[in-house]
Antibody, heavy 117, light 110 residues
Framework: QLQLQESGPGLVKPSETLSLTCTVS??????????WGWIRQPPGRGLEWIGS???????YCHPSLKSRVTISVDTSKNQFSLYLTSVTAADTAVYYC?????????WGQGTLVTVSS | QSVLTQPPSASGTPGQRVTISCSGS????????IDWYQQLPGTAPKLLIY???QRPSGVPDRFSASKSGTSASLAISGLQSEVEANYYC???????????FGTGTEVTVL
C-alpha cells in the first residue's frame, strides 16, 4: 500500500526558505499514471493547494505562491520536494504531500511548519 | 478567498440525511470534474468522491454526490457520529490554472 511521509524542519525563520521532502513508499514515484502535489492548512483554517508536478516535469502552482514555490522530484530516492522562499508568519501551516490521479488519492500525515524568529 | 463556496456548517440528528453544497463558476465546476474530501479531526484529508460522483474503494455508499452546471452537492445519509468532520469540495480552475478547494463545511451530528 502506498505511503507518503513528509519531513523537514518544524521551525523556519522569517525571510528564509521552507524546505520539505515527501518520501514515497510502496510504489514508484516514476509512474506516469499519477502526479504529486503539496497542500497546506493554516491552523484552524481550510485547505490550500500549493502546487503539483507531473511525470513530464511540468509543474503548476497556486498563483499567489508561484513566485516563491519550487517543486521537484528525485526519482533515485523516490521523493519529491517543496521549496518556499521568503516565508512569513502567514506561511505557518500543516503541510501535506499527496499523490494525485483521479483526485488526490493518497495523503501524507502532514507536518506542522511554524514561521517564527 | 476560495472560488468554491460552501456553507460553513451543516448538521442533523442520527439517521438523518444532510446535504452540502459547493458553488463555483464556469472556469471550475462548470468545466471540470469535482472531488470531495473528508477531514476527520486531527487527521489528514481523505478522498471521498472523485469524478463528480465516484467513490474510491472502501468509501461507504452512504456518501453520494452530484453536479449540475456550476454547482455540486455531497449527501451523507444515515448520519452517525463517525461522520462528524470537515468536508471540502475541489476542482481544477482554468482561470487560476490550479486546483482549488472549497471553503469547507463542518458537519455535526446533534
Amino acid at each position: 500500500q502506498l505511503q507518503l511521509q513528509e519531513s523537514g524542519p518544524g521551525l523556519v525563520k522569517p525571510s528564509e526558505t521552507l524546505s520539505l521532502t515527501c518520501t514515497v513508499s510502496g510504489g514508484s514515484i516514476s509512474s506516469n499514471t499519477y502526479y504529486w502535489g503539496w497542500i497546506r492548512q493554516p491552523p484552524g483554517r481550510g485547505l490550500e493547494w500549493i502546487g503539483s508536478i507531473y511525470d513530464s516535469g511540468n509543474t503548476y502552482c497556486h498563483p499567489s505562491l508561484k513566485s516563491r514555490v519550487t517543486i521537484s522530484v528525485d526519482t533515485s530516492k523516490n521523493q519529491f520536494s517543496l521549496y518556499l522562499t521568503s516565508v512569513t508568519a502567514a506561511d505557518t501551516a500543516v503541510y501535506y504531500c499527496a499523490r494525485g490521479g483521479r483526485g488526490l488519492v493518497s495523503w501524507g500525515q502532514g507536518t506542522l511548519v511554524t514561521v517564527s524568529s | 478567498q476560495s472560488v468554491l463556496t460552501q456553507p460553513p456548517s451543516a448538521s442533523g440528528t442520527p439517521g438523518q440525511r444532510v446535504t452540502i453544497s459547493c458553488s463555483g463558476s464556469s472556469s471550475n465546476i462548470g468545466s471540470h470534474t469535482i472531488d470531495w474530501y473528508q477531514q476527520l479531526p486531527g487527521t489528514a484529508p481523505k478522498l471521498l468522491i472523485y469524478n463528480n460522483n465516484q467513490r474510491p474503494s472502501g468509501v461507504p455508499d452512504r456518501f453520494s454526490a452530484s453536479k449540475s452546471g456550476t454547482s455540486a452537492s455531497l449527501a451523507i445519509s444515515g448520519l452517525q457520529s463517525e461522520v462528524e468532520a470537515n468536508y471540502y469540495c475541489a476542482a481544477w480552475d482554468d482561470s487560476l490554472i490550479g486546483y482549488v478547494f472549497g471553503t469547507g463545511t463542518e458537519v455535526t451530528v446533534l
